[in-house]
């Protein structure tokens, strides 16, 4: 069974800084990792996804993660906040096959607040 | 396209009573899925359903709850009887590509009182 882990739970950041979220994960087979955004009193969007290939992705919003399969983490980055960047943010982890396939696990989630 | 319809948006109930979370995936998705959400143990997967059919349902609490999912546009959450634990918003989610393709609903806040 996969798992996954939030290494911090609020991450408070002045405008126009840069951010980094911190995700790591367990897994015993190979896996697909994603990055979500839930907006107050919302669903929670897809900011992005890595599937194989290039273990920098890119995402919306001017997000980045990295996949670093040694280190069996997933890094959210921004290299500048906005405002409007403040949110919930998820990560979560599938396996890439197998009886699990097509199920999301998630993490506890990180706060981001941008202070102006 | 509408995106995926969660009614109702509030339910407030009292506890011993039956709640019913409905949801409309988006058409031509295959899969759908039920979370719940809460503070204390954040997204949990309650079950999920390929092609109408139940897949896992290992994260249903206890047999007071229970989901349908009838026809390809349709699916049912049901508590009964509910308590106040059961408070929380319940999300429904599709995808057409397994997990990477994933459509959240704008959820169901639950108060159970």
């Known amino acids: 069974a996969q798992s996954v882990t939030q290494l911090d739970s609020q991450v408070p950041v002045f405008e126009e800084a840069p951010v980094e979220l911190r995700c790591n994960y367990s897994?015993?087979?190979?896996?697909?990792l994603f990055w979500y955004v839930q907006y107050p009193n919302q669903g929670l969007q897809l900011l992005l996804k890595?599937?194989?290939?290039?273990?920098l992705v890119k995402g919306i919003n001017g997000f980045e993660a990295e996949f670093n399969k040694s280190q069996t983490s997933f890094h959210l980055r921004k290299p500048s906040v906005h405002i409007s960047d403040t949110a919930e943010y998820f990560c979560?982890?599938?396996?890439?096959?197998?009886?699990?396939?097509?199920?999301?696990?998630f993490g506890q989630g990180t706060i981001l607040t941008v202070h102006p | 396209d509408a995106g995926v319809i969660q009614s109702p948006r509030h339910e407030v109930t009292e506890m011993g009573q039956e709640v019913t979370l409905r949801c409309k995936p988006i058409?031509?998705?295959?899969?759908l899925f039920w979370y719940r959400q809460t503070m204390m143990r954040g997204l949990e997967l309650l079950i999920y359903?390929?092609?109408?059919?139940?897949?896992?349902d290992s994260g249903m609490p206890e047999d007071r709850f229970s989901a349908k999912m009838p026809n390809a546009s349709f699916s049912t959450l049901k508590i009964q009887p509910s308590e106040p634990r059961d408070s929380a918003v319940y999300f429904c989610?599709?995808?057409?590509?397994?997990?990477?393709?994933?459509?959240f609903g704008s959820g169901t806040r639950l108060t159970v009182v």
């Open positions: 359903f390929n092609n109408n059919v139940p897949i896992d």
């Open positions: 058409s031509g998705h295959d899969y």
């Open positions: 897994s015993s087979v190979s896996v697909y």
């Open positions: 890595y599937l194989s290939g290039s273990t």
């Open positions: 989610a599709s995808s057409s590509r397994g997990p990477y393709g994933y459509t």
């Open positions: 979560a982890v599938s396996d890439a096959g197998g009886t699990s396939y097509g199920k999301l696990t």
